[in-house]
């Protein structure tokens, strides 16, 4: 028997069940009847499989789940798969369709033009990440029957979808962290500032700038810092980090640490979320405990620091990692040492 479902993923199935059916031109009749049934599973006060576990007959109960949806349902609990006769109904359709679907503004239609036209990657969030930047980039209004107004939309929806207004294009955030750090560099030109994030990993688009400074300096390099001519406001000052906003409301964060051991806090908040979990992981298995400080031994509290990230990641057996690769996928087993 397969894995345990919830309501919220049989929900889900059901929908991209509807979503391939109006794509393809079916009934609206079907389309409907598999919308409406998605809806009640997902609000449905008892969980489904539980409810089959004891008998398949109890779905029968189930308002809107009809002998064809409940065919497919009983499917997918004892296999884990979707039903034989949906594959021809999924062909041609790219998996962004589905993220893109839940954007206010963008139905099945339209998000299906989007994937036949430009290119999207399989993986949701950077498919988000494209769609943005496809938009700030003024590709989606030559494609026919869209235009300026609906690409404005589409932007303005998609990135309140995401919760990131404040977004830009990888280029526009690279030119500005640029021109803070010549900034900061021209008072203090020995020290070497570095970015971090989504800017580091070279991601499409990029939310806060944020960058880091070796040196033992931090109080003079963090006042300085709050002097940049494009200031708006000081949104936090510490010891060590400051937080600035500019213009359009760009927030631009600058942390300092002593050299000794900033090879550590640029492996941590260089990120992926994902790939920094995978590497705690790692190094469980190896006796050990990651932070932006160092490598600590588990057994005896001894904490290892680093000036560099090559040293951080041969401590843990691993060749350096190029931050653009560090995604949360196969790139430890592809840069394991031998």
Known sequence: MSREFNNYQVSEYLSKIAIAYEIKGKNR??????????????????????????????????????????????????????????????????????????????????????????????????????????????????????????????????????????????????????????YLQSRFPETNFVTLGSLRRQSDSVGDIDIAAASNDSQNIIDYFLTYPDMVEVIARGKNKASLRLLNDIHIDLMVKPVSSFGALLQHFTGSRQHNILLRRHALKLGYSLSEYGIKEIKSGILHEFSDEKKFYHFLNLTYIPPRERVGGGELEKYKVL
Request: net charge positive.
């Open 29 to 182: 009749f079907r389309i409907m009847a598999y919308q409406n049934a998605a809806e009640t599973i997902l609000n449905y006060p008892e969980k489904l499989y539980d409810l089959w576990q004891k008998d398949p007959r109890n779905l029968d109960l189930i308002p809107h789940i009809g002998p064809s949806i409940l065919k497919k349902i009983d499917y997918l609990f004892k296999t884990g798969k979707s039903y034989p006769s949906l594959k021809k109904i999924f062909v041609d359709i790219h998996p962004a369709v589905f993220t893109f679907e839940k954007i206010n503004g963008i139905g099945p239609l339209i998000a299906h033009k989007l994937t036949q036209t430009l290119k999207f990657s399989r993986n949701p969030l950077r498919a988000l990440d494209q769609l943005v930047t496809y938009c700030q980039k003024g590709k989606i209004r030559n494609i026919p029957s869209f235009g300026e107004k609906s690409e404005e939309s589409i932007l303005n929806n998609t990135l309140s979808f995401l919760g990131r207004q404040k977004r830009m294009p990888y280029k526009k955030a690279k030119e500005l962290a640029g021109k803070i750090i010549s």
